[in-house]
């Protein structure tokens, strides 16, 4: 048997080995160069899953305006992303942001730091500059994705729907204070498994109660009248308990762990690193993703912890995932939650409930990597497909062509849900760094022009990726390959943020670059936080892809108008936003679109003209 001396010699050499080995791995990453992004081959095919489009308060989906672009959580939006893009500037570097930002329609965004420096709960910035507009002051714990709703009372403006684990808010988007209201949430258990349980994952709405609502790390769900502000429910809590820390978190050896924990210390003056990363992977809370709403229903989706007893052990933790269905019930003097609906799996989740647009589909994940397919009004399981390695993100649900679209901590998948069953249709071709270890680095997004992507480059140790490089690509949907890369500065955990003009704008939450940093030192730039823009170079050729998008779909549209018209609806709304993002990024197509637009969007007519101004 060694002796402990020895013990620690041998420890000792192997840490030294492995840093000289981790040094000589380490060669800073060379991006690819793209020319100009070559036509997209992925076209829609069949009538769509239509949109919810009759409310004048929920806004269409042409900009990023909750957590996941919309109330349904299905990372799809309508505009067309800029093909050629580079990044532009980096704001408020000093705060960590782990969801968001979301837009107005005049030029604003918002985000809510986690654990700032300074008393601000949530921050507006200019979207185009990144200056600093106003804030809102802590009033306890911030971090979730504001919310950006239509205000009915006057069509062109908009409103921002903000809270923390004490406050509630509604504020106009030039910082004026509609209401303010405390959320009288109970004060959270002093339990140390529950990482920030004040934490609030972001801003949903319901449209039958017309309530805006909220759920914390710790399992509430609360309710506020739109309008005034006022509590329109009772508090509710989730019948959960905390996970146990899960295993598949633990990436990193010790060492790396505690000087990523310094080094979140030095960019932030908080340890965000370990208990990040359990959150990411489903570990230590009840609730770690952000939930979904079904505007169509007012039913509320979220995936948390099942109840203590459910594993066949009282021990004050959970072993399994549960997804609940939450209802807003009319009572005589306003409404309660209550469960209508619960579906249980082993192991927790990773991932944010998606729903499909007409609100049918269910899809979540579990911790072993399985992607499961749920009827949305049963909870009854239709089919799971395990892809490997547990999702780190919710999974994105297209409109068109019964697409998914999943994520590992390295790779992005295409999914084709058949109903009964699920194929996979392609892995990602990850290459931007072509000499180097390439991984998926956040949510993919679906906009009518690809796929968008964050991929990061770096080292790999163990199970888990050392991030020294990071940016923004748009994959072709068809094929799974990059059109185009934009190189970055910063990581995040947060989503793939589309701005109303097909900009790309990114939360800073450095978790694995915290970890590279750790290990080597000043060979990796400084951790920061804040908002990074990726702007459009090539007006042009954004006009372009969105008219060919515009013709594509209206052509598809046109062949089954006759058969779905709800799918032909929501294709018009479709068509109309992709023409005015093509005028605003080229004036030569103005009277073009006016004179289309004008004639009430007749598809095939539509289709017919706008053909002639794509590649074959």
Known sequence: MLKPSVYF????????????????????????????????SWRPEGPRTPSYLNDDIIPKSTSWYTMHGDLQQ????????????ELDWVAEPDMFVPEGPTFDNEGRLFFSPLVPKEDVSLVALDAKTGERLWTLPGG???????????????????????????????????????WREETKLPEPDDDSREYQP??????SYVPQADAVIGVTMNAYVFAHDRKTGRPVAPVFRLPGRPTKENENANTFPALIVDKAGSASLDAFGVDHFTRVLQVIYGGTAQVSNAYAVDPH??????????????????DGYSDNGAIYVLELLPETDGYRFEIAQTFVFDGGSGSTP????????????????????????????DWRLNVGDQLVASVAISSDNNELYAVTKKDVFKLIDHGSHASLAWKAELDAYPTSNNFNALTPTIVANGLLIAQGAGVKVGKGHLMSNVGIGLLDRDTGRLRSFAEGREDSISVTTVGPDGEVYTAGSPIRRMAAKALFGDRIPKIVGGISRYKNTNHKLLARESLCAAAYRAKNAADHEDTHPQSAAADKEHVRVLLEQAARNDSQYNSLIHE?????????????????????
């Open 9 to 40: 010699l041998s420890a000792l050499a192997i840490v030294v080995g492995c840093w000289a080995l981790f040094n000589t791995w380490l060669s800073v990453p060379v991006a690819r160069v793209f020319g100009e992004a070559n036509p997209t």
């Open 297 to 314: 229903t007012g039913r509320i989706y979220i995936a948390a912890t099942a109840r203590d007893e459910i594993d066949g052990r009282l």
């Open 140 to 178: 306890g714990n911030g971090g979730g994705a504001p919310l950006v709703l239509n205000n009915p009372d006057i069509p062109s403006k908009k409103v921002v729907y903000h809270s923390t684990y004490s406050d509630f808010w509604a504020v106009a988007t030039n910082g004026k204070v509609i």
């Open 198 to 203: 004040t934490h609030q994952w972001g801003v």
């Open 354 to 381: 998606a729903l499909s647009q007409d609100g049918k589909r269910l899809v979540v994940s579990d911790e072993v990597g399985n992607v499961i397919a749920l009827n949305a009004h049963t909870l009854v399981e």
């Open 596 to 616: 289309l637009i004008s004639g009430d969007l007749v598809l095939r007519n539509i289709s017919e003209v706008l053909l002639g101004h794509c590649p074959n």
């Open 74 to 85: 299905s990372d799809e939006m309508w505009i067309a992303a800029a093909p050629s893009m």
